[in-house]
């Protein structure tokens, strides 16, 4: 039903696309109207996917939650406290200094929901409402940053790769941060700088590839830079 509905959708936004240009002025209009409807259906049904994708996350999170304390309670003695972590930040970071709220975890689920759409802008809404919610909440620090790698807007990315290698201890993302900053000044084409800190990403975290491609590239393709920032280690989550 979702394929018919997005590949008539298509249909006719490729006859608006190839019309346009010749069209007069209230056709113009016409088609502005028509794409407008376009985007209000697209965006109802992201909303919808969202919605959908949050509560299913939630409850697999709760059965794994059962699933883990269960396991824990059959093995410790009667009355022993037991440590509660959310699944979804437990997969990611297992020695995660933090904890974090369902009203939390809600907004980043939303946020990674858009970000693996590669709907940037509004991703970086929902974690920039996370980090104000809660600013030492390293897991949202990095969507952000990436995020903000993706729409371009290097001096707040590196702002909050800045902040998250002095906050977490966790090595994975401490190499992602001094990656990403690395990809920033190659990118302004400090070229010297990059690759100290390529080289400080791999030394914390030599598991992490992505840093020493980026040397890589750096040392042997200086004009025709390929960076990669650790976007798709997140998309993964």
């Known amino acids: 039903m979702f394929q018919h509905m997005f590949s008539s959708m298509n249909e006719m936004l490729d006859q608006i696309i190839e019309q346009y240009d010749g069209a007069g002025a209230s056709e113009k209009q016409q088609f502005e109207k028509q794409m407008l409807e376009l985007k209000k259906v697209s965006d109802t ?9 949050e509560k299913f996350t939630e409850f697999k999170e709760q059965q794994n939650d059962h699933a883990a304390v269960t396991h824990t309670e059959a093995q410790a003695p009667i009355g022993a406290a037991q440590p509660s972590m959310p699944a979804s930040i437990a997969a990611i970071n297992p020695s995660s200094d933090f904890e974090i709220s369902d009203e939390l975890a809600a907004v980043i689920s939303k946020g990674q929901g858009y970000y693996k759409l590669f709907m940037f ?14 600013p030492e909440c390293n897991l949202a620090r990095l969507f952000l940053g990436m995020t903000q790698m993706h729409l371009q807007n290097w001096s707040e990315a590196q702002r909050h790769f800045q902040l998250l290698i002095v906050l977490t201890d966790f090595p994975k993302w401490l190499a992602m941060g001094y990656n990403a900053l690395g990809c920033i000044q190659a990118v302004q084409m400090n070229l010297a700088q990059a690759e100290q800190l390529f080289r400080k990403a791999y030394e914390v975290c030599p598991s992490f590839k992505d840093p020493l491609n980026n040397l890589k590239s750096c040392q ?18």
Request: glycine fraction near 2%; hydrophobic fraction near 40%; include cysteine.
């Open 121 to 134: 802008s509004q991703a970086a809404v929902q974690f920039q409402t996370a980090i104000l919610q809660s």
């Open 45 to 53: 049904f992201i909303e919808q996917w969202l919605e959908f994708e």
């Open 220 to 237: 042997e393709t200086p004009k025709h830079l390929s960076l990669y920032f650790g976007s798709t280690e997140l998309c993964c989550l």
